[in-house]
């Protein structure tokens, strides 16, 4: 799946991009650009030789080359076509992204989960207001205070989520291709654990749908979040390790899997409670 390298557009096998500085010739002298001639003599009368003065006026300029995109410009510009090469095919979408080396891709779609975790949560905490407000209406009638859990905490939670997801994980996968011998960076871990947030994200925007109407459906979509987490981490580790297809490779994998779950846990357990 190459990209422009002018636009960093996705083009398919054998495809030339469109953009003006990919069609745009290579070298071309500008039609304005005239070559200055020598002066030629003339034969003047009485037969004295003069001599012609040729035009020096400087041609004008050539046309300023179009501003190329930034590097964030071309990442936005690379998330649709992404997403569609995603839908066709996980892992052959996650090694491009990986061999193009696009860590702003994938730090982008992290962010997108970010935000797909944060609404999540405030659909969750209003959903637990309304149920703490029916629950605990009697204790008005004694003077009691109203209970409720303030919808921003739902920014620090989702951001706390999203970072021990998208960081143990790919810390977990690094130390997976190291015990399989694998010679990949931190830099393509972190990439192909970064592009394959997108099914965790969709899932954490249909909780948050989902939630707003249902507080037992949300919560049970935000449940599955943990085994398609384990799934969807399949796609960079059995492209990322050469030797996936025995016993250790298995055993390695559901442990760190259990070790990321049971950390993620602990952290939130000891901020919630």
């Excluded at 400087?58 to 990442?75: E, G, L, N, T």
């Excluded at 209970?147 to 905490?153: D, E, K, R, V, Y």
Aim: with cysteine; glycine share 8%; aromatic share 10%.
């Amino acid at each position: 799946m190459p990209y422009c390298e002018h636009c960093g557009a996705y083009l398919e096998e054998g495809q030339r991009c469109t953009c003006q500085a990919s069609q745009a010739p290579a070298s071309a002298p500008h039609p304005d650009h005239i070559p200055p001639q020598e002066a030629q003599p003339e034969s003047g009368a009485g037969g004295q030789t003069t001599t012609t003065q040729t035009d020096t006026t400087p041609p004008p300029p050539h046309q300023a080359a179009p501003a190329q995109p930034s590097k964030f410009s071309a990442a936005l510009q690379n998330v649709l076509p992404f997403l569609k090469a995603y839908w066709r095919s996980p892992a052959q979408a996650t090694q491009s992204a990986v061999g193009q080396k696009d860590w702003l891709l994938a730090a982008l779609l992290c962010v997108a989960q970010a935000v797909a975790a944060i609404l999540a949560f405030v659909a969750v905490f209003l959903r637990l207001n309304q149920l703490i407000a029916s629950l605990f209406s009697f204790l008005a009638f004694f003077g009691g205070d109203e209970l409720q859990i303030s919808p921003a905490l739902s920014i620090p939670y989702g951001l706390l989520a999203t970072v021990l997801g998208v960081g143990l994980m790919t810390i977990m996968l690094f130390v997976l291709t190291k015990l399989m011998k694998s010679g990949v960076s931190f830099l393509d871990v972190f990439i192909a654990c970064g592009v394959n947030t997108i099914p965790i994200t969709i899932l954490l925007l249909l909780a948050f749908l989902v939630g707003l109407v249902s507080f037992g459906l949300g919560l049970w979509l935000l449940a599955m979040v943990l085994p398609v987490f384990a799934a969807v981490g399949l796609i960079p580790a059995r492209l990322l390790c050469p030797s996936q297809g025995g016993g250790k490779f298995w055993g390695c994998y559901l442990v760190g899997i259990m070790l990321v779950a049971g950390i993620t846990w602990f952290i939130f357990s000891s901020i919630l409670f």
